[in-house]
């Protein structure tokens, strides 16, 4: 069995056709422009290029957004202070802190001060709340990215077996308990993974859904699935230079070997990144469409 590649690439650009015609629509009938702002601390490369990408998506379609870019030794209280401003400025819907931030700033707190109406990264501990009871919310938007591309490609997550790798707050718990959600696109009986599991294989071995979310290239090898997984990769590994310069990239579970047995997969890259940033304009076309009253 040769595994049907789940494109991350073509079911954002999708959903990206939808939300420009959503937001063009919202600015003819309301005269409402959602707007983000993003927000960097430092200078770390792999931080700009994803706050790049985020600002260059938005502009594309229709968002207004705005990038601020402050020094690695920017006090804590001068970042509380302008999330204190955006939070109080009306032409701003979503506010998004890139992370990590620099050791000297508490992150939690910085969290914390986003108005949770303008939490389009989903991270403040109301939205994360709400989520896990259900409630109608800011999703993360990677898990929320998973849930898409599992959605429209079909595949059905009632009663499955579903292994996620790894419980970090931004993906692995998140998405664990979506899966678990009594809804469509949940219903799915969860097990989660990490350092202390005693044996990893025997867990996804009898998985239908393997959601790898670890920080380890390639880890997830074709001896630890059984035939016809779906598998999401979420995994971002540099793995080396290309002779120009440029990233190689890998998952959390080897491509090659696993498609072989596999019945969906997504690659890397083109597979969960592209859906990340694209579930953070729905997320502001949301947070602009709440404060309008409009939902
Ligand atoms: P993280 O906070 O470092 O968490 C990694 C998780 O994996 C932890 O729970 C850790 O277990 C577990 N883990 C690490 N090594 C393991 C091993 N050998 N065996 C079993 N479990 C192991 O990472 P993250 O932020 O969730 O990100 C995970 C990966 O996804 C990274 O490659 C990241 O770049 C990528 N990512 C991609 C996107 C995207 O949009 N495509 C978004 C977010 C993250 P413990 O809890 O026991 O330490």
Known sequence: MTAKIISGTETAKAIREELKIEIAELKEKHNVVPGLVTI?????????????????????????????????????????????????????????????????????????????????????????????????????????????????????????????????????????????????????????????????????KRADIIIAAVGVPKMVTADMVKDGVVVIDVGVNRIGKTADGKAILAGDVDFDAVKEKAAAITPVPGGVGPMTITMLMKNTLQAAKQAAGLI
Do not use: W
Not at 65 to 90: C, F, G, P
């Open 40 to 204: 960097l601390v430092g200078e770390d490369p792999a931080s700009q290029s994803y706050v790049s990408a985020k600002n260059k998506t938005a502009h594309a379609l229709g968002i207004h957004s705005e990038q601020v870019t402050l020094a690695a030794d920017t006090s804590e209280q001068e970042l509380l202070n302008l999330i204190e401003k955006y939070n109080n400025d009306d032409k701003i819907h979503g506010i998004l802190v890139q992370l990590p931030l620099p050791k000297h700033i508490n992150e939690a707190k910085v969290l914390y001060t986003i108005n949770p109406d303008k939490d389009v990264d989903g991270f403040h501990p109301v939205n994360v709340g709400k989520m896990v009871l259900g409630e109608q919310c800011y999703l993360p938007c990677t898990p929320h990215g998973i849930l898409e591309l599992l959605t429209r490609s079909g595949v059905n997550t009632s009663g499955a077996e579903v292994v996620v790798i790894g419980r970090s707050n931004i993906v692995g718990k998140p998405i664990s308990n979506l899966m678990l959600q009594k809804r469509d696109g949940g219903n799915a009986t969860v097990t989660i993974c990490h350092t202390r599991t005693k044996d990893m294989a025997a867990h996804t």
